[in-house]
């Protein structure tokens, strides 16, 4: 196995007498996208900026790229990019000169032209950065993050507030960032997002790391239940499926049934047994809990401070 | 990172220049000052010779509201920029912190000899007399004074606490210096409390060495003034890198 690209031990930071972070320990591999997920407030932000070197730790070790954020800095800065949650430029500042600038503080920098037009800001080259809509300022974050092809890109919210098409663009380019060898941490709001892009993910609340694996490996674990639910007018359905040994509870309302079990071979032996009984079903779907149901589990339900 | 430096000043400039309120308030206002007031006082008293007379010196004060105007507007910036992430997301790069704040003060600087020029451009047209000094050395003793001055801003935008109060504080910190500056009635008049604050502030020595400048003085005669200068600049840099707060 690879040496980790970033490794976070008992990280510990608060400011005043609010503990923002009281102990997350984890590790990121090369080429990996890591997302750290977690109610308001929980800490998220200030793990990320204590791995960028921008917040000084109180507690604990971390290791990017081999530096020490603080020590090495100065050398870290070369070597990761950035986007900040809620982050803004000069109102009139234009988009060609904010990437004109970014480019002018590193060493070597990608080909901006060709930046831009990945991302699909070409035309809006002039534009003043108060014009541009939500989603055409966060790509333009994300063409300062890239400029110079940083070997670690950490993005905190990247796609809060963005319409559908956006955020599904945003993702194509993240997977094909993280394909051309670029190791992604990132934190979100949106389940979806994780399940959808990160390999694993890290569940945090009031501080501390509660959980951590991948999206499928946690839904496994902590939501192992699933769903069958079909239709039928045949007569006795619900006591000619109740035998199936991997079903826990049938319920039904009018036509509809749901089969509800555990295990790996849970929906199988339910087709069989309908087969077998020769039930002639005229609807069939299942249901998996997604990570949402997971989060929503580990980190129960209500407003957060 | 000196590419990097000059990119954003010139950046800086751009954007500053695309804000029609900055550059009326920065440059537009002293000059209307000046020329509003020049002709109220009557330009023959605003010459060297004549001095005595005019109550006080019309090209100095417009100087000064050109110093005060770049600091209130670096403390407006730079609040505006801490408030919206710019600075921390700066500090992300390799570009120094002093490279970021050293970028502004630059501009600032650029923008005071601009206001000069305009000053003594506007003067020669509609205030016969009214710039007769040796420019090379008022414009050293201005620029002297505002790098004092914007030190103290510095100060001032570490203190204030949002972006939206940045402009009011700004204005009521900074110009009401002029009060006791020593421009209009002379520091001895004031009562002892006041004038040890007087002393304290940047543009009571501003106001001196630009008067001595003005008066052919060479700056030997005037070194505590810029010893003084140079001394506040100091502590307030000094604080400033213990109090400024980059979000
Ligand atoms: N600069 C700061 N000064 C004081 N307290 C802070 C500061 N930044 C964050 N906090 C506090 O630390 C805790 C963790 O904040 P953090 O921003 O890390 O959370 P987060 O998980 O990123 O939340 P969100 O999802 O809302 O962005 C919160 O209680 C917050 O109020
Ligand atoms: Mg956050």
Known sequence: MPSPVMTVSHLGKRYGSTVAVKDVSFDIQPGEIFGLIGPNGAGKTTTMECVEGLRRPDRGQITVLGLDPQRDAAELRTRIGVQHQEAHLQ?????????????SLYAEVADTDVLLSQLGLNAKRNAWFVNLSGGQKQRLFIALALIHGPEVLFLDELTTGLDPQARHAIWDLIRHIRDRGTTIFLTTHLMEEAERLCDR?????????????????????HCPERSVIFTSDEPDVAERVQSVPAVTSVEHNGSTYTLRGEGEDFVTDVINAIAHQSIRIKGFRTETPTLEEVFLKLTGHGFRD | MLRGFWKLTWVETKVFLREPLGVIGSLGIPVIIFIVL???????????????EAPFNLPILAALFIALGAAVSLVAIISLYREGGFLKRLRATPLSPVTI?????????????VGLALLTLVGRRFLPGAMDVDLLSFTAALLLSTVSILSLGFVIASLVPTARFAQPIGTGLLYPMIAVSGLFFPLEQLPPAIRVVAYGLPTTHAVSLMQGVWDGAGWGAHWVSVVALILIFGVCTGLSTKVFRWE
């Open chain 1, 91 to 103: 109102k009139r500042i234009k988009v060609w000169e904010a990437v004109d600038l970014w480019a």
């Open chain 1, 201 to 221: 993910v890290g569940i945090i609340e009031h501080g501390e790391l509660i959980e951590i694996g991948t999206p499928a490996a946690l839904v496994a674990k």
């Open chain 2, 101 to 113: 704040l050293g970028a502004h003060v630059f501009v600032k600087l650029v923008l005071t000899v």
């Open chain 2, 38 to 52: 020049g002709r109220a006082q009557g330009s023959r008293t605003l010459g060297n010779e004549a001095m005595g």
